[in-house]
């Protein structure tokens, strides 16, 4: 009986444990064995043929990195909208689950596009980014969104947004927006890092 609260919170433990988990990782030496085994990968790419378009071909470049601003305003939009409404702020009168599915559709393509033009994008200038600290903080943010947008968020909201504490849902609203709005800001430091 003293464990039931365990089950109750499962995704809470799982997440903190992840946490705890990634706090350990970026603290220790592995965090720095990792990205020395990365080199390797990052050399290639930009030896294969996306890094030799992407460097030779600055049209295609742009190309590409119009693309991936599409599709980020795309990601960025369903985030805002979503998570508006989860506020309070827009849309009161269409129901949340309508809201979120509709949402989450958009926010699966802007994100599957962004990800297949970011790779495109960071194989023309590979070595670079891999230098670049902003870069896997970007990485990690992003991971983090993905994590929480399909582990937390959507389970969460999706079992009857009725029955949470409405503290519960703007909560995640805000996270929401925390986490996307720093892997915008830290996607448009790269820019100035170079």
């Known amino acids: 009986m003293p ?6 919170y499962r995704r809470s433990m799982v997440t903190l444990a992840l946490l ?18 990365l080199l390797p990968v990052f050399e290639w790419m930009e030896t294969n043929w996306f890094g030799v378009i992407g460097k030779t071909w600055g049209a295609a470049f742009a190309v590409v990195e119009a ?13 805002l909208i979503c998570d508006a409404r ?25 994100l599957c596009l962004a990800i297949a033009s970011g790779v495109f994008m960071a194989c023309a200038v590979a070595m670079k980014i891999y230098s ?5 903080i970007k990485m990690l943010a992003l991971t983090a ?3 929480f947008v399909f582990a937390i968020k959507r389970p969460l909201l ?3 947004i009725e029955d949470l504490n409405p503290w519960v849902v703007r909560t ?8 996307w709005f720093t892997v915008a800001a830290t996607g448009r430091w790269i820019g100035f890092s170079g």
């Open 86 to 110: 989860l506020l309070g702020l827009l849309l009161r009168d269409v129901p949340v689950p309508v809201m979120m599915n509709k949402t989450h559709r958009l926010f699966v393509i802007g």
């Open 20 to 37: 705890v988990l990634a706090l350990g990782f970026g603290f220790s030496g592995w965090r720095i064995d990792a990205w020395t085994a």
């Open 145 to 147: 969104g993905v994590l």
């Open 3 to 8: 464990l039931s609260f365990l089950t109750a």
């Open 172 to 179: 995640v609203a805000v996270a929401s927006l925390t986490v």
């Open 132 to 136: 670049f600290p902003v870069f896997w």
């Open 158 to 160: 999706a079992d009857g």
């Open 67 to 79: 693309a991936h601003l599409l599709s980020m305003a795309l990601l960025g939009g369903a985030v």
